[in-house]
């Protein structure tokens, strides 16, 4: 049995180590926002992606929750510091082969060829963004985007399961 010299396992090491440590979340926030100073919020009503309704309610349990984790608690529209906007982001997904295997011949600049056809489907997949706006500025201050996808083949448990694990991701990283 052939052992891998001590460099090779090093980098495989390493390279094993940062791919378990890929957050399942993209954050991001508006520099020099000051996020500690919001106590109440308010959500935004939905209006972007009307048959994704089902996912949209749990979207907004998962994230009453963690808002109150986080301190804020629910205001009207009009007193609150911060409006939460969340939404499904349509991503399409090509699922199949793009090997294409094609021949041919020529003689005397006549030609004749022929190739195979790719063949797969698309698929849709739904990412879940959650935004923070500033009441009185009305600009976005935090964003958060779910890595995972959401797909319409999934049960209702495991879609409420996935989309309270992603705001629960989420807001591990919110101050």
């Not at 000051?34 to 308010?42: E, K, P």
């Amino acid at each position: 049995m052939q052992r891998l010299p001590i460099p090779a396992l090093l980098v495989l090491t390493t390279a094993l180590l940062l791919s378990a440590c890929v957050s399942p979340v993209v954050i991001d926030s508006q520099s020099g926002a000051d996020l500690q100073q919001y106590r109440t919020y308010a959500f935004v009503p939905q209006d972007e992606d009307k048959p994704r309704e089902l996912d949209d309610q749990r979207a907004q349990a998962a994230l009453k929750q963690a808002l109150a984790a986080k301190g804020l608690s629910a205001a009207p529209p009009d007193q609150a510091d911060v409006q939460v906007k969340h939404f499904f982001k349509r991503e399409q997904r090509f699922d199949g082969s793009t090997l294409q295997f094609g021949f041919g011949f020529t003689r005397n600049n006549i030609g004749l060829g022929a190739s195979t056809p790719t063949e797969g489907e698309i698929s849709e997949e739904y990412k879940l963004v959650v935004q923070l706006i500033d009441q009185q500025s009305k600009d976005v201050v935090w964003q958060a985007t779910s890595r995972d996808e959401l797909h319409d083949d999934m049960s209702s448990e495991r879609r409420s399961a996935h989309i309270e694990k992603a705001v629960e991701d989420m807001f591990k990283r919110y101050p």
